[in-house]
């Protein structure tokens, strides 16, 4: 478990009880040997200021560059003394304010109001919701909100304030929200040796077609645990709480305009190992960006055509019928449509054009089976054989109701794998980068095509891990350990 201090400027500014918390003077973490060398330490920086270059500031600075996990970090502390940053990443919080001040509309001398929140959490139970979201953009332990009313409330401003601020009935809130805040990772790692690192698998619990069932998620736990990596399961609210970990594994959907991608951003940004990396997730999101990096660099892949509003002649002409189109952004069968002649290709394009200004069709392929490589660090780690659901041209069918059947599965070693499906599935995976992927390919009388590189490739328990197991396991959270390990020596 890592080790927690709280450093304050005055220790008269703490005026709670202690108990296990160890309180430090921030002259003592700035100067002190021992913190210098330890590693394993979570800092939460309570000083009075975080203005540039005051001892607040230079506290998550030092904690940064010893490797410690630290709140607020640098990059909020900037984030937040500059309006124009932080109102971009707060557009989308509108509805909330006007559902929250709903019950003011009537008070017309009311036209400013403030509420502080501690670690995400409200002193106002009306404004939880937006509390919460705001801790995840600017993860800091005290944020004063301030709105404004105009024609409709909005949010004027957030600004860090400190401790010895607070009156008494606000310090017992915030005592009882930084115990919420310090306790919820660590309930699950009682008793635990200290481990080497952290590590968050992000995942969605609710989603249907998740890229690693619940079993999975367990071997991940249990794989690194073998390791000495303390690996915790995290959701979209524990967005305000990546500062604690030394690295973020996506287990989740994948998507740019989506949390996913904030999370990666985050990771990335607060120099944890992080997979799926930004560039990685930005890369394979975009199936038309896709079809022309792979083409640009001689991969096989289906006879492709970027389609426009304008362009459905071409595409008919070169392509025939039938022919795939598919949104840039789909996963999972979704958003993949199959035209077998001109009067359906109108009608599919039709809807898709209001997603995108740019769609993809492909010629049709129909093979018994896709091809799934999976690779990790430029090595592929396994290789399945997906084939397709019962009476339909896809591995996924949908009912148009939420459900959904799926076709079988064959897992088999890399070395029994056909050499030519594993060659061309690296070269497409290593245009995109190390990270882990899956290269989803078509083999027919005419070769080897590249269907699609994804960033967030399925590993599933009883599925790609038949052939190695355990061992599948070990292979990716060694992969983090390796890099951790490295990030450290540099």
């Not at 003394?81 to 006007?98: C, H, P």
């Not at 481990?195 to 998620?217: F, G, T």
């Not at 200004?357 to 999976?374: K, P, S």
């Amino acid at each position: 478990m890592s080790r927690q201090i709280i450093v304050v400027e005055n220790l008269a500014d703490w005026k709670l009880p202690q108990g296990e918390l160890e309180v430090v003077h921030v002259d003592d973490y700035l100067t002190g040997r021992d913190y210098f060398k330890q590693k394993n330490i979570q800092v939460i920086n309570l000083c009075r200021s975080y203005r540039y270059l005051s001892v607040g500031y230079y506290c998550s600075l030092l904690a940064e560059a010893r490797d410690h996990r630290v709140v607020p970090t640098v990059k909020t502390m900037l984030d937040l003394s500059r309006k124009s940053m932080y109102s971009l990443d707060t557009e989308n919080l509108d509805a909330k304010v006007q559902k929250a001040f709903a019950k003011h509309a009537q008070d017309e001398h009311t036209n400013l109001f403030s509420a502080d929140c501690y670690f995400g959490q409200s002193e106002y139970g009306a404004l939880a919701s937006v509390a919460r979201q705001l801790f995840e953009l600017f993860p800091a332990p005290i944020l004063r909100l301030t709105f404004q009313r105009g024609s409709v409330w909005r949010l004027h401003s957030i600004k860090p304030t400190s401790l010895h601020k607070l009156t008494a009935e606000q310090r017992e809130r915030f005592g009882a929200a930084l115990e919420n805040y310090r306790k919820k990772r660590h309930r699950s790692m009682k008793g635990r040796p200290s481990p080497r690192y952290d590590i968050a698998i992000l995942h969605d619990p609710n989603d249907p077609l998740p890229p690693s069932n619940k079993r999975a998620l367990t071997n991940f736990i249990k794989a690194g645990a073998e390791l000495g990596l303390a690996v915790e399961l995290i959701e979209r609210a524990d967005y305000g709480r990546l500062a604690e970990y030394d690295a973020l594994f996506i287990r989740d959907t994948t998507r740019i305009d989506h949390y996913t991608y904030r999370f990666a951003k985050k990771a990335e940004s607060e120099g944890m190992v992080v997979i799926d990396d930004p560039r990685s997730i930005l890369l394979c999101a975009n199936k038309v960006y896709l079809a022309e990096l792979l083409r640009a660099n001689k991969v096989p892949t289906p006879k492709t055509v970027i389609v426009g509003k304008g362009d459905l002649d071409a595409a008919e002409q070169q392509l025939g019928y039938p022919l795939v189109l598919k949104v840039p952004d789909g996963s999972f069968s979704q958003g993949v449509f199959k035209a077998e002649n001109r009067e359906k290709m109108v009608e599919v394009t039709g809807r898709l054009f209001k997603e995108s200004e740019l769609i993809l069709a492909q010629e049709y392929l129909y093979t018994e089976f896709d091809w799934r490589v999976g690779i990790l660090n430029r090595q592929p780690i396994f290789v399945s054989q997906y084939f397709m659901s019962k009476k339909h041209w896809q591995i996924v069918k949908y009912d148009g109701k939420g459900g959904f059947v799926e076709g079988g599965f064959k897992t088999m070693a890399v070395a029994d794998a056909p050499p030519g499906v594993v060659e061309v599935a690296l070269k497409a995976a290593n245009l995109i980068g190390d990270g882990f992927y899956g290269v989803d390919l078509k083999e027919g009388r005419e070769g080897v095509f590249v269907i699609e590189v994804n960033d967030n490739p399925s590993l599933e328990s009883g599925v790609e891990d038949v052939v190695l197991k355990e061992g599948l396991y070990r292979l990716v959270m060694g992969e983090f350990l390796r890099r951790l390990d490295l990030q450290r020596r540099r």
